[in-house]
């Protein structure tokens, strides 16, 4: 009943439009009704919690660092890198669009910001060279969503808040994952681009390359910063999101000069709307989290997945499905924090490692990014590009159905996540 109860409220108040902040205060104000135990207090005191939070320093910090790259410059030098290497090749544009993804995934963390960046930049240049426009915004939209799998993450921050998880261990487990959705991009553009009659650009010379390393130098030294940074312990992921912040205004301000003092509003605006948004997501979701823990929803969702608790390669794949069903409808931000305070118990209970678990549920939610109908990533290439939503949609599923096989892929060889993982952490 308790369940029906929460599931109803919130489901019933996303489908009347209420935005979903208010749908989760609902949901936790309707449980405290059917438990008899409703006050404002209790409300106002986990809405007010929710959002203080040390970790959650990194949400505006990193969101800063995205919008600094794209207006300073940094995400251009790391497409030019990219095309000095493999803009040559046959299809060298659709490989360079994937090359760039993972570099600016390990910058930023957000998957529309990287996304709009890249759509801007690429599509013209890709039409131009004579392939196809949906194709191409597609590719970059699968391309965007490697943002929230690589460090550092968004995605892993609000997992690690809601789940109680280590947010190091998360993104340092993230890599590899990330790598893999990366590859099997590049084997699906091979695909569906191996028929199209396009002439690669010319090779560039050795000093050519040289010089768009060097001009990229500063922008491609900040994921080697964080990560090394994490891995040996010099600082905590929300010293991570300083370090790049201050950093990335650093050298788009007084080494690239192309961040001028009068755009420095508009880029702290920015960030602080798009961080407005999601703290208060972050402190509605804590209401509900409450209030699952207090009427024990995790030990009845347990139940529920009881004939699969000894058998956890078969849960996670139920787990998986249900969150890509989820997916289709939600945005990323509201499933991990709905789900994760719910499912996180029960895979603890079978014996699954709750890090490999965490990655695989970040995974499935940023692949959510680019499903219909909600797909906010999806939306974002549309509007960049001028592309038809419908010609995008058909042309996202050799993509999609890529990264759905390396999500499946890693759901039965869990030591593709776990082996590097514990190196990492090492």
Known sequence: MVLTIFLGSLLGAMAIGMPIAFALLLSGVALMYHMDMFDAQIVAQNLINGADSFTLLAVPFFLLAGEVMNVGGLSRRIV?????????????????????SCILASLSGSAVADAAALAVLLVPMMV????????????????????????PSIGF?????????????????GIVPGILIGLSLCLAWWWVSRSENIQPTERKSRAEVLTAFRDGFWALLL???????LKFGIFTPTEA?????VYSLFVAMFVYRELKPSQLFHVFTQSAQTTGVVMFLVAASLVSAWMITIADLPSQMA?????????????????????VAVGTAMDMAPTILILAPVLIPVVQQAGI???YFGVLFVINTAIGLITPPVGTVLNVVCGATR????????????????????????????????????????
């Open 80 to 100: 030019n890198v990219a095309l000095a290497l493999v803009g040559h090749v046959k299809g060298g544009l659709g490989y360079v669009a994937i090359i760039a």
């Open 353 to 355: 490692d709750p890090i």
């Open 303 to 323: 139940g529920l997945l009881a004939p699969l608790m000894d058998s956890p390669t078969l849960l996670m794949l139920v787990i998986m499905l249900i969150i």
């Open 223 to 229: 994921p080697g910063i964080i990560v090394g940074g």
């Open 157 to 173: 921050i609000l997992l690690g808040v809601a789940g109680n998880l280590s947010i190091s261990k998360l993104f340092l487990a």
């Open 387 to 426: 592309t038809s939503m419908g010609d995008l949609i058909r042309a996202i599923n050799p993509f999609l159905f890529a990264e759905l096989a390396v999500l499946f892929l890693l759901v039965l060889f869990p030591s593709l996540v776990t082996v590097p993982a514990a190196w990492f952490a090492h």
């Open 241 to 245: 999101a300083v370090v790049a912040a």
């Open 128 to 151: 131009r060279a004579g392939h196809d426009q949906a194709r191409s915004s597609a590719l970059i939209a699968a391309g965007g969503i490697i943002a929230p799998i690589i460090p």
